[in-house]
């Protein structure tokens, strides 16, 4: 009897396990530093064992048919719908992140260091950064429903 209430309790635990290592899939709207508006969406999924983010959607009215108008370097006037914009990330179970990847900002194309922490299940923690992580720029991206 005990080995059958035993078998329900190690399913529980590891489902939670995985659903928070995971628990960063999905879609999350960005928010521009300098206005405060919706910037895009952002789907992160998992290929490999590593973590990666696309953007599938341009919330701003001069970026709406996907072409960058305000990006510079090689994505001037660029569709960048589908632009994998973090690379490489990897779970850290003890700190709870996801780090040690990359983040490439369309706009200007320069790629930086970047670790994700979730705030909350609907609130995640954004950490661009060249070197150091406290030399950087925080972001807070929150889920699409």
């Known amino acids: 009897m005990k080995k059958i ?26 928010i ?10 952002v789907e992160i999924y998992k290929q490999n064992g590593k973590y990666y983010g696309k953007i599938v959607e341009l ?47 369309p706009k200007n194309a320069k790629t930086y260091s970047v670790y994700l922490k979730l705030e909350s299940p609907d609130k995640l923690k954004v950490r661009g950064y060249i070197g150091f992580s406290l030399i950087g720029r925080t972001q807070y991206w929150y889920r699409v429903k």
């Open 5 to 30: 209430l035993l078998l329900p309790v190690i399913f529980f635990l590891g489902s939670l396990w995985m659903f928070s290592q995971d628990s960063v899939l999905g879609k999350w709207k960005t």
């Open 32 to 41: 521009d530093d300098e206005t405060g508006e919706p910037k895009s969406i």
């Open 59 to 105: 919330l701003t009215k001069e970026n709406k048919d996907g072409i960058c108008r305000t990006c510079e370097g090689k994505y001037k006037n660029k569709n960048i719908l589908g632009l994998v914009i973090l690379k490489d990330l990897e779970y850290d179970a003890d700190d709870k992140e996801y780090e040690d990847g990359t983040i490439m900002d």
